[in-house]
C-alpha cells in the first residue's frame, strides 16, 4: 500500500493563477481531509469528506473547492491564488471504523504564492 | 468556541523523561488525539484517549482528565530522535461523526545530549 499520495511535493505560483492538489489514498477509507499548516500554527481544516460524491467545508474554506467522484481521489483547487494560500497542504484520509481511527497523512505539498 | 492551548516550544535532555501538555475547550468531544511530525514531514499517529486516564505505548504514555479539558504526553528515555514537534487533536462529537479533528498549534521538543 502507497497510503496517502500527494502531488506535487512543492510548487510556485504568481497571484491569480489557479492549480489542483492531488491527493489519491488506496487504503479505501470512505474519509478524507484537506488541512493547511502554517509556521508555527497547528492544522488547519480546509475541506473534508465522509465519502464518494459528498464534501464539506472546514474551518478555513475560502478560496478553494474539492471533489470527490471516487473514494481514491480527493483533489483539492485553488482559484486566483493570493499570497495567504502560501502554506503546507497535507491531505489525510481516515477508516472511520471506530472513533479511535488515526487519520493518514501525506506527505504534503509545499504552496509558494508571490 | 473551541480552544486547544500547548506550550510552544521544549527542551529536555537525552535519557530524561518529558511531559507535553495540552488544554482543550471545544463544543462536542470525541477524543484525544497526539501526533508526532518531525520537520518537514507528514504527521504519524501516537495515541489515542477517549476515557480518563493513562494509555501506555512503550517509552510514551498518554494522560487524559475530560472534567478538567486537558492532556499531557509523557516521552521516557528520551533518544535525539524524539526531537519533533507533538501535536494535540480533538475530535470532535455530536451525532454526524465525521472524524474531524481540531489541532493544538503544536509543542517544537528539541532534545539535547
Known amino acids: 500500500n502507497a497510503g496517502v499520495t500527494q502531488t506535487p511535493k512543492f510548487r510556485i505560483l504568481k497571484i491569480g493563477q489557479s492549480m489542483t492538489l492531488q491527493c489519491a489514498q488506496d487504503?479505501?477509507?470512505?474519509?478524507m481531509y484537506w488541512y493547511r499548516q502554517d509556521p508555527g500554527m497547528g492544522l488547519k481544516l480546509i475541506y473534508y469528506?465522509?465519502?464518494?460524491?459528498?464534501?464539506d467545508k472546514g474551518e478555513v474554506p475560502n478560496g478553494y473547492n474539492v471533489s470527490r467522484s471516487t473514494t481514491e481521489d480527493f483533489p483539492l483547487r485553488l482559484e486566483l491564488a493570493a499570497p495567504s494560500q502560501t502554506s503546507v497542504y497535507f491531505c489525510?484520509?481516515?477508516?472511520?471504523?471506530?472513533?479511535?481511527?488515526?487519520?493518514?497523512f501525506g506527505n504534503g505539498t509545499r504552496l509558494t504564492v508571490t | 468556541g473551541q480552544n486547544i492551548d500547548q506550550p510552544t516550544e521544549m527542551t529536555a535532555t537525552e535519557g530524561a523523561i518529558v511531559q507535553i501538555n495540552c488544554t482543550y475547550q471545544?463544543?462536542?468531544?470525541?477524543?484525544l488525539f497526539w501526533y508526532q511530525q518531525h520537520a518537514g514531514e507528514a504527521p504519524t499517529f501516537l495515541s489515542y484517549?477517549?476515557?480518563?486516564g493513562l494509555e501506555e505505548k512503550g517509552r510514551f504514555s498518554s494522560f487524559l482528565s475530560r472534567s478538567k479539558g486537558y492532556s499531557y504526553l509523557l516521552l521516557k528515555e528520551l533518544q535525539m530522535k524524539d526531537s519533533a514537534s507533538y501535536l494535540c487533536?480533538?475530535?470532535?462529537?455530536?451525532?454526524?461523526?465525521?472524524?474531524?479533528?481540531?489541532f493544538g498549534q503544536g509543542t517544537t521538543l528539541q532534545v539535547k545530549p
Open positions: 489525510a484520509s481516515s477508516s472511520r471504523d471506530s472513533n479511535n481511527s488515526p487519520l493518514h
Open positions: 487504503m479505501n477509507h470512505n474519509y
Open positions: 469528506s465522509v465519502g464518494a460524491g459528498i464534501t
Open positions: 471545544t463544543s462536542g468531544f470525541n477524543g
Open positions: 484517549n477517549v476515557l480518563d
Open positions: 487533536a480533538v475530535g470532535r462529537g455530536g451525532s454526524s461523526n465525521t472524524g474531524k479533528l481540531i
